[in-house]
T-cell receptor, first 112, second 109 residues
Framework: SQTIHQWPATLVQPVGSPLSLECTVE??????LYWYRQAAGRGLQLLFY??????ISSEVPQNLSASRPQDRQFILSSKKLLLSDSGFYLC???????????FGSGTRLTVV | GQSLEQPSEVTAVEGAIVQINCTYQ??????LSWYQQHDGGAPTFLSY????GLEETGRFSSFLSRSDSYGYLLLQELQMKDSASYFC??????????FGAGTRLFVKA
């Protein structure tokens, strides 16, 4: 069966520090991968999606970047965090629209 | 612009039926999904409607009317564990899915 792993679960980082969040998927090949951010009490905002190795599409101009160095690995990064980068970051993959997204357990990032 | 509207909060009693509505305005439409999210957790997929009508999965049902740009999630025989946030989401094209702001459901004993 397919599983999605995301880490770390929580992270407190100072303003101006770098960020690296990692997500891996098991049990499937060539998945479509997504990074979403959820502000407290809000809906999910699509940040990036990837349909294959090295292929990244950005939905919102921001302080973040994404990379897909391997088929089942998706990384979210920042060179210098801002206070506004705080939120709940979720990695997801999808087998098809009718199956919906399967989300990782999320990373709660607090920038201080 | 693209938007999804759903009520911010709904309260119901255990054993009752509750309906959470969602209206959408998007540049494209391929289907409407619903997700459940408990506090501190990740969203979990509940249902997907691409065509008009009602889809039933156990105690949960989801309805879509494309002509009205409207859908709803129906929860029957409410249980305390159903207290959570519920999000509607529209697949608007390609790989893009837009989420609503969520409806917080409170189930009372």
């Amino acid at each position: 069966s397919q599983t999605i792993h995301q880490w770390p679960a929580t992270l407190v980082q100072p303003v101006g520090s770098p960020l690296s969040l990692e997500c891996t998927v098991e049990g499937t090949s060539n998945p479509n991968l997504y990074w979403y951010r959820q502000a407290a009490g809000r809906g999910l905002q699509l940040l990036f999606y990837s349909v294959g190795i090295g292929q990244i599409s950005s939905e919102v101009p921001q302080n973040l970047s994404a990379s897909r160095p391997q088929d089942r690995q998706f990384i979210l990064s920042s060179k210098k965090l801002l206070l506004s980068d705080s939120g709940f970051y979720l990695c997801a993959w999808s087998a098809g629209a009718q199956d919906g997204y399967t989300f990782g357990s999320g990373t709660r990032l607090t920038v201080v | 612009g693209q938007s999804l509207e759903q009520p911010s909060e709904v309260t119901a009693v255990e054993g009752a039926i509750v309906q959470i509505n969602c209206t959408y305005q998007t540049s494209g439409f391929y289907g409407l999904s619903w997700y459940q999210q408990h506090d501190g957790g990740a969203p979990t997929f509940l249902s997907y409607n691409a065509l008009d009508g009602l889809e039933e999965t156990g105690r949960f049902s989801s309805f879509l009317s494309r002509s009205d740009s409207y859908g709803y999630l129906l929860l029957q025989e409410l249980q305390m564990k159903d207290s959570a946030s519920y999000f509607c989401a529209v697949r608007s094209g390609g790989f893009k899915t837009i989420f609503g702001a969520g409806t917080r459901l409170f189930v009372k004993a």
